[in-house]
């Protein structure tokens, strides 16, 4: 019998269960090629229940004689009701065809060609719900480096899964499992890991900041759609419906993309998410969004900056080819309505760079008045990298957003001491740690609920940009707020380690290359190995 797990806060105790079970099942695949298996059965799972739970309910109405829309005594017609597809999609639910349902498929686990089968399932759900789902299932059951024995006891493992009998209910379980899986394999996969995945602390953060209620909502590097789930979030928790914002977004990769379609698919939102390089390639040129949110990837070498030079995103400079970070900054701005607010994560080094023309492209953004606040985040909240990073918030009207004029005014905030520990590496930020970060940014916004600002020592204060030029322009927050040179240049050497490491492992990573191709190339003539 499935599990039907509680929808209390937190993790759902049934997902850690699941999830081990599942990477036992694993073997030699490489996590990043199992998360799309188990990820694409998840979403198989929940909306082949989701047709029976409305099958269930059709049936019921066809058998009640007080109901005249649906009763029939004929059997014949009764089929029909049952597999018109009609009643399902009218309903918000996916029509699954016979062979694609899940008693199906859980029937044949055990067969030797059960990855074809799951494929075929699949395929047949993109063909039958083309408008939401074209080409976003991975149908790489076949195919994938895993054994029949394995794959069958793990849709058996899947199978376990009981999302309930409310609607409501079933969507909150799967998407906070979906989530919960995700986390756990962009933990598994370290470094990689980060690049389709922004930890839920930080999402939230984020909305809980730029307070996206309506509009447009756009996130050029969206990854799995999580910026976009927290703020369909908040307006629901504010009482309105996701349907209030716009969703557009932006992924380069394909299988990335791909959960990101099916996790907004999950929790019933409906967007526009297109696949590309948003820097070499922007697919939403002419948008200009009432909220940018974003989570990009950080310190880009060789990106492609000649292949886009004189693009007119580049309004404060060209941005350098050895670090995207500011053609990211710069293509968030460029995308904000004239009343938009964007908020973005980015690696520290974007606060004080002053190489290849950096530090002039900052200082223009400064001068143009559009920097609304500056947050230092803690080290070891990321996947990606051990070292802290930190969130832009940038405003293109400070004069007219808020119930102030902070026109000449930036807000900094110190978070780098906040945080609590969730495992040996990494940490979260706790629900009131986040409201205090946002409440101060609320405040100094003028907002009346959100009380009076006022600057305190070592956390928040708002500077003046005479004050930010005198500094040249660098914007660590602890420079403002009292926290000690020291600590920002122990921060600062954290980050430019780092970044010696990285390029250390891409240049090991070359020598091994290059040695393997000497090697097979003396093969070849008989004198190697």
């Not at 199992?34 to 409305?54: C, T």
């Not at 950096?358 to 609304?372: H, K, N, Q, T, V």
């Not at 940009?465 to 050497?493: C, H, K, M, N, W």
């Amino acid at each position: 019998m499935p599990t039907t797990p509680s929808t209390n806060g937190g993790d759902l105790p049934f997902a850690t269960t699941l999830f081990e079970t599942a990477i036992k099942l694993r073997g030699s695949v490489e996590s990043a090629e199992y998360k799309h298996l188990v990820l694409g059965l998840l979403f198989l799972k929940y909306i082949s229940d989701s047709f029976e739970r409305r099958r269930a309910v059709l049936e019921e109405a066809t058998r009640d004689p007080a109901n005249e829309d649906y009763f029939t005594e004929d059997t014949a017609e009764r089929a029909g009701i049952l597999e018109d597809r009609d009643e399902y999609i009218s309903e918000n639910v996916f029509w699954v065809p016979g062979e694609a349902r899940w008693d199906a498929l859980l029937a044949a686990a055990s067969l030797p060609d059960i990855g074809e089968r799951l494929d075929k399932a699949l395929d047949a759900i993109e063909r039958d719900n083309p408008e939401q789902l074209r080409g976003v299932l991975p149908k790489i059951y076949a195919r994938a480096p895993i054994q029949p024995a394995k794959l069958g006891s793990l849709v058996e493992t899947i199978a376990k899964i009981g999302f309930g009998d409310d609607p409501d209910q079933a969507r909150d379980v799967l998407g906070r499992t979906y989530e919960y899986f995700i986390r756990e394999f962009a933990r598994a996969e370290g470094h990689r890991g980060g690049e389709f995945y922004t930890p839920r602390s930080v999402t939230r953060l984020l909305v809980e900041m730029l307070e996206p209620l309506e509009g447009r909502v756009l996130d050029p590097a969206c990854g799995s759609g999580g910026l976009f789930i927290q703020s369909a979030e908040f307006v629901k928790a504010h009482g309105g419906r996701p349907r209030q914002i716009s969703i557009l977004g932006q992924e380069n990769n394909q299988a990335t993309w791909r959960i990101a379609k099916m996790n907004l698919a999950i929790h019933g939102i409906s967007g526009e998410v297109k696949l590309g390089d948003s820097l070499l390639n922007d697919l939403f040129p002419g948008v200009r969004a009432d909220f940018v949110l974003a989570n990009p990837p950080f310190n880009m070498r060789q990106w492609g900056a000649a292949s886009v030079a004189g693009d007119a995103r580049w309004t404060y400079g060209e941005p350098p080819d050895r670090n995207a970070n500011y053609a990211w900054i710069q293509h968030f701005i460029h995308h904000l309505a004239p009343n938009g607010r964007a908020g973005f994560v980015m690696a520290n080094g974007s606060l004080t760079s002053n190489t290849n023309g950096e530090g002039a492209i900052r200082r223009r953004i400064a001068e143009a008045g559009f920097l609304g606040c500056v947050v230092a985040l803690p080290p070891q909240l990321f996947f990606t990298t051990p070292i802290p990073v930190c969130l832009w918030f940038v405003d293109r009207d400070k004069a007219s957003n808020g119930e102030r004029d902070r026109r000449g005014e930036t807000l900094f905030i110190d978070a780098r001491q906040m945080g609590r520990k969730i495992s040996r590496t990494q940490i979260e930020l706790t629900p009131d740690e986040i409201a205090r970060i946002a409440g101060s940014y609320r405040a100094w916004c003028g907002q009346k609920e959100a009380g009076e600002y006022a600057d305190v020592a070592g956390f928040c204060k708002a500077v003046m940009l005479a004050e930010i030029a005198e500094a040249g322009y660098a914007l660590t927050p602890g420079r403002y707020v009292g926290t000690s040179v020291d600590e920002e240049d122990e921060q600062a050497f954290e980050e430019r380690i780092a970044e010696l490491v990285a390029q250390i492992r891409e240049d090991f990573a070359e020598n091994e290359r290059l040695t393997a191709e000497v090697r097979r190339a003396l093969g070849a003539v008989k004198y190697g190995p």
